[in-house]
């Protein structure tokens, strides 16, 4: 995660009409996901549980609960507004949240730099790049001051074939070629657990499944992954697993065949009146 370009605080004006509920609604209580996993002693990288995040009067994410196991892609999708965004500030403290948040099993720092200190990088929607300096200078800012830092950063362009433009203002690449430059800064601290907001926003298809096999790649090196996308073709092709928001609840959860069939999933994204 990049501490010198993290998104400011949401505030009430930020909260999609569509993501926010009076507290006094009811409170669905799905059960959270890992539960078998923990009976049977597997730690998972990441752990939400009972997530809650309010503006005022008004509730953004209302107890959301799941887990990302090393190695394993899991995808936050649903409604535009639903809350997926919300829920990543959440997990790094970047709104004030209730509810339980642990990496590898202890309690989340909420603190940016001791986030990262624990293994978790994060991608923003709106990359966060510094468009004044060359690619190599934006790959270079989260490993600033280490020893290895040159060594990481020629590894990480290469990886993702940025060599080429690696001495190039950010301000003279095109989108794609920016979105790969934020996910190389991403990567670059070899994280343990990487968050990616809307990765494939913007992206033709060729691009598209270009990244799908970097976040594979990725995943199985041991890195868990929690991705949040609009492009449901894509997550279907890529997650293991997924859970799907609407007004800031998990209304469905499971594989892509799972959620693909799950009729309030096609409520939820066409208006369709779900049947039992």
Known sequence: MNPH??????????ADAHSARPNSAPVAAPAAMGETDAAAGVVPRLEVAGLTVAFGGLTAVDGVSFDVRPGEVVAL????????????????????????????????????????ARGVSRTLQGLGLFTGLTVRENV??????????????????????????????????????????????????RPRLLLLDEPAGGLGADDIAALGEVVRGVAGGGCAVL?????????????DRIVVLDFGRVIARGTPDEVRTDPRVEEAYLGVKATA
């Open 5 to 14: 370009a993290d998104p400011p605080v949401d505030s009430p004006a930020d």
């Open 77 to 116: 999708i649903g409604p535009n507004g639903a809350g997926k965004t919300t829920v990543f500030n959440g997990v790094c403290g970047l709104v004030r949240r209730r509810g339980e948040v642990r990496v590898d099993g202890a309690s989340a720092p909420r603190r940016t730099a001791g986030l990262t």
């Open 140 to 189: 270079l800012l989260p490993v600033a001051g280490r020893r290895d830092a040159d060594a990481l950063v020629a590894t990480q362009l290469r990886e993702l074939d940025l060599d080429a433009l690696a001495d190039r203002p950010v301000a003279a690449l095109s989108y794609p070629d920016r979105k790969r430059v934020a996910l190389a800064r991403a990567l670059v601290t």
């Open 227 to 239: 991705l949040v996308e609009h492009h449901v073709d894509f997550v279907m092709g890529l997650a």
